[in-house]
């Protein structure tokens, strides 16, 4: 199929939503703003072409009602909807309706998205390809027979898992044999409850795991390519915090059969498509595939800042039917790319939602800085989807000179109000786990107390304290050196004050 769309729905909210609108704009295709009523003055609402109020804030009364959707979308003559991430982005059941009533869908085929949302079947399609899976259990386990048929094989500590499962629910780590049996038991009551499927199956449990996904692209027309990695260890409950690409560990070498890995993956569903592929990378670099996410991710920025791609541009041409205009040869990584995503929650209370009114709000600056956002100043973050603000994104040659940029990035930034993981960010640029690039998902568990926080000052504190700490030094000497060489000696102290940082934190 080849059609060239001129109007877009964009089923989403927030910057997500915004951020798709963009590129839209810039290839000349029209967009539709679906909204509910705590978005009615959001600024994806003004900057759409169009706009269509779809009901109350609650999101099965408004972002998650598929016939609604599809309904603006043919009273505004639109050919497309694109999903964004969240909401109905992963629902074949809508991707099926969208195309049933010949609109196009900017996302997979349904059939895809049905294979990798079921951790199991996405396993049992992969299984013909070359793909390295976490050793456990072939299929659903259906008695303690089998699940210790799958130990003898993983041996403890095991995971056991809800085929049905996502957002980091339904996972059960089982320590010791005695265990296994009464935690079995629980996980099927759970996953019966909580996703009406009580499928669970069991595999290794990864001692020191790091979170690297592969961002892929495939057109309707067999080509697959991939972009590279994500390295997305840095998590708090299960759930991504702060992105980089490329990973601080990967060899060339590694980096290839990855890619190549992911590309397989791509092909075993016959996908269509931005895509991503999860794995799990453990202590020995020996990578496994975990699922793939069949949508655009939050964290896509990235991969475009060291690619120099335009994911949603991608999306677009090949919905219509295009065929991707480069190959895998053309594609390169330039620089070093990180994230942060700024949440309205509460690192100081195990990162609770924090929501309210943003009373103050300025966006960082400058050269190699992209912040993903919808808000502006006085909104409120509402209560009734994720509550993050934005994602600040910086570009820059190094590693080294990127966190460096995130951290002069953060110092800009300046909202008040809510509290937000701004400067948690801060504390894990300048930790030297980070920093080294020898960390694990465990980062924040193993590294970050509350009390961090307190201690952690931004440049111009660092220059305050800096002075004081001259200025005490000095008067305690009683001497007259400090309006002679004072710059130079409060250079040194700060510098001094900065090395001396870890001690504090
Ligand atoms: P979900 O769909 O709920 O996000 P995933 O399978 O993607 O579940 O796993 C979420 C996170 O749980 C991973 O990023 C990783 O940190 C951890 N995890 C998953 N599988 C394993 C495993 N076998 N061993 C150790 N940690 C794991």
Redesign the pocket.
């Known amino acids: 199929m080849n059609m060239e769309i001129k109007k877009i729905v964009v089923a989403n909210r927030g910057e997500i939503a915004l951020r798709i609108m963009r590129t839209a704009r810039e290839m000349g295709i029209a967009t539709v703003a679906v909204y509910s009523d705590a978005d009615a003055h959001s600024p994806f609402v003004r900057f759409a072409d169009e706009a269509v109020r779809l009901g109350p804030a609650p999101s099965s009364q408004s972002y998650l009602l598929m016939d609604s959707i599809i309904e603006v979308a043919k009273q505004t003559a639109a050919q497309a909807i694109h999903p964004g991430y969240g909401f109905l982005s992963e629902n074949a059941h809508f991707a099926e309706k969208v195309e049933k009533e010949g609109l196009i869908f900017i996302g997979p085929t349904a059939a895809a998205i049905r294979i990798m949302g079921d951790k199991l079947s996405a396993k049992e399609a992969v299984s013909h390809f070359d793909v390295p899976l976490?050793p456990g259990s072939a299929g659903a386990i259906k008695n303690l027979a089998e699940a210790q048929e799958a130990i003898g094989r993983t041996g403890f500590p095991v995971?056991i898992?809800a085929a049905a499962?996502?957002?980091?629910?339904g996972?059960r780590i089982v320590e010791r044999a005695e265990d296994f049996e009464e935690q079995m038991n629980l996980a099927v009551s759970e996953a019966q409850s909580a996703f009406g499927d009580g499928s669970v199956f069991v595999?290794?449990?990864?001692g020191s795991?790091r979170?690297i996904e592969i961002q892929i692209l495939a057109d309707s027309h067999g080509n697959v390519v991939h972009l590279f990695e994500r390295e997305c260890s840095v998590?708090r409950r299960?759930q991504k915090v702060i992105e980089e690409a490329p990973s601080a560990i990967l060899s060339a070498e590694l980096r290839a059969e990855m890619g190549a890995a992911a590309v397989n993956v791509a092909r075993s569903c016959n996908y269509r498509g931005a895509g991503t592929v999860?794995f799990?990378f453990d202590e020995n670099h020996n990578f496994f595939f975990?699922?793939m996410n069949t949508r655009l991710q939050v964290e896509h920025p990235v991969t475009e800042c060291i690619t120099g791609m335009d994911l949603v541009r991608e999306m677009i041409y090949i919905a219509e039917g295009k065929p991707l205009s480069f190959s895998q040869e053309d594609l390169k990584i330039h620089g070093h790319s990180i994230e942060l995503r700024v949440y309205a929650e509460s690192p100081r209370n195990n990162f609770l939602p924090d929501i309210g009114t943003l009373r103050e709000y300025r966006r960082p600056d400058g050269p190699g800085v992209r912040v993903d956002d919808g808000f502006e100043e006085g909104m409120e973050v509402p209560i009734y989807y994720d509550p993050m603000i934005s994602k600040l994104v910086v570009h820059a040659q190094t590693r080294t000179a990127a966190i460096e940029r995130m951290i002069r990035a953060i110092d800009e930034y300046k909202i008040t109000g809510v509290e937000t993981t701004l400067d948690f960010g801060r504390f894990v640029f300048q930790h030297p786990a980070f920093v080294s690039g020898d960390f694990d998902?465990h980062f924040v568990k193993n590294y970050f107390q509350p009390e961090n926080l307190d201690s952690i000052l931004t440049q111009e504190e660092e220059e305050v304290a800096a002075l004081l700490a001259v200025s005490i030094l000095e008067s305690s000497k009683s001497s007259s050196r400090v309006s002679k060489g004072g710059q130079p000696q409060v250079k040194n102290a700060t510098s001094e004050w900065k090395r001396n940082r870890g001690a504090l934190s």
Do not use: D, N
């Not at 499962?165 to 629910?169: A, I, V």
């Open positions: 976490v995971l898992k499962g996502g957002g980091g629910k996972m595999e290794k449990y990864v795991p979170h998590q299960h999860e799990i975990l699922e998902t």
